[in-house]
């Protein structure tokens, strides 16, 4: 089954390698503006980040999350990202708009991640593999999977406007086979979020804070 996968993998990465390649930079490109809008912070709204999150992790070895609404939130965010994603992929000009969402993602994160190794060193790194990594190392190549199917499929759509004799069909069944397995994946980020992360961050905020 692993390696019936991967041939698959090999085979879509031959076939849609520009793709591949815009998702990866416009991400790579958010990450890197999201460090950079880190580096343009005053001094004063540095220290006042700094002052919530030393508040934030004051308190964290104590707070008990409301695991119901945290886990209706999270999939309610992350869902709705992927199937935005995936109804943008069926219109052309939605293009623009994916490209724009895995961007805004890659900020986010490169901001989150620059601002904590920034401003809290050593116990910032220690936040991000306890507050950051955890879901988002499932979430994240699973968004950028959907992004990479998405753009395809919107651009098979050009293509078919200049050419009818392309068949859309079987792609269509493909692309929304492959986003039911994305939103699976981010059902998975999300109960790594509620159940998991929070742990990590009480061990960091007892040990480190």
Not at 112 to 138: D, H, M
């Amino acid at each position: 089954m692993g390696n019936r996968l991967l041939v698959l993998w090999a085979s879509s990465l031959r076939q849609s390698w520009p793709a591949y390649l815009a998702i990866l930079l416009l991400f790579t490109l958010g990450i890197a503006a999201g460090a950079l809008g880190v580096q343009r912070l005053n001094a004063d709204q540095a220290q006042e980040l700094s002052m919530y999150l030393d508040q934030f992790m004051a308190q964290a070895g104590v707070i008990e999350v409301d695991t119901a609404k945290a886990l209706h939130d999270v999939f309610y965010r992350d869902i709705v990202v992927i199937l935005a994603v995936y109804l943008l992929g069926l219109t052309v000009i939605g293009i623009p708009v994916i490209l724009g969402i895995i961007f805004t993602r890659g900020f986010i994160l490169g901001y989150a991640v620059s601002f904590l190794t920034g401003e809290k060193s050593l116990q910032g790194i220690a936040l991000v593999c306890a507050a950051v990594l955890p879901q988002n190392l499932i979430l994240i190549p699973a968004l950028l999977l959907a992004g990479v199917a998405s753009l395809s499929f919107a651009v098979l759509l050009a293509r078919r406007f200049n050419n009818s004799k392309i068949i859309v069909w079987p792609s269509f069944v493909g692309y929304s086979g492959l986003i039911i397995v994305v939103l699976v994946c981010a059902a998975a980020a999300g109960l790594v979020e509620v159940y998991f992360t929070p742990f990590l961050v009480k061990i960091a905020a007892n040990y480190m804070f």
